[in-house]
Nanobody, 124 residues
Framework: QVQLVESGGGLVQAGGSLRLSCAAS????????MGWFRQAPGKEREFVNA????????YYADSVKGRFTISRDNAKNTVYLQMNSLEPEDTSVYYC?????????????????WGQGTQVTVSS
């Protein structure tokens, strides 16, 4: 069992930066691949990025490549999402998720555990 709690969301101007954190409980955090997804009002939840359990591999949606960075610290049971050059189109609720087994995935149904989400709003 893994419980996830996101933090770090807020209001930022276009071009600005935010860093989201996702703190996980459970002693097996290190064996899960972790992902970030986002969902805007009226839209489907979409993949943002993912990282393998060893942090050896990362995966990114085309829309965030070069702007967002995912990382993890297994000693702290925490995964991070650094978001730079934010655009109004990035406005969403951001969710972190944990996937059993180490490989990353862009498919939301591969993830077993989800956080409650944190709101990110980018003003123009």
């Amino acid at each position: 069992q893994v419980q996830l709690v996101e933090s770090g969301g807020g209001l930022v101007q276009a071009g600005g930066s935010l860093r989201l954190s996702c703190a996980a409980s459970g002693r097996t955090f290190s064996i899960y691949a972790m992902g970030w997804f986002r969902q805007a009002p009226g839209k489907e939840r979409e993949f943002v990025n993912a990282i393998t359990w060893s942090a050896g591999n990362t995966y990114y949606a085309d829309s965030v490549k070069g702007r967002f960075t995912i990382s993890r610290d297994n000693a702290k049971n925490t995964v991070y999402l650094q978001m730079n050059s934010l655009e109004p189109e990035d406005t969403s609720v951001y969710y972190c998720a944990a996937k059993p087994a180490g490989s990353g995935s862009s498919i939301r149904y591969d993830y077993r555990y989800w956080g409650q989400g944190t709101q990110v709003t980018v003003s123009s």
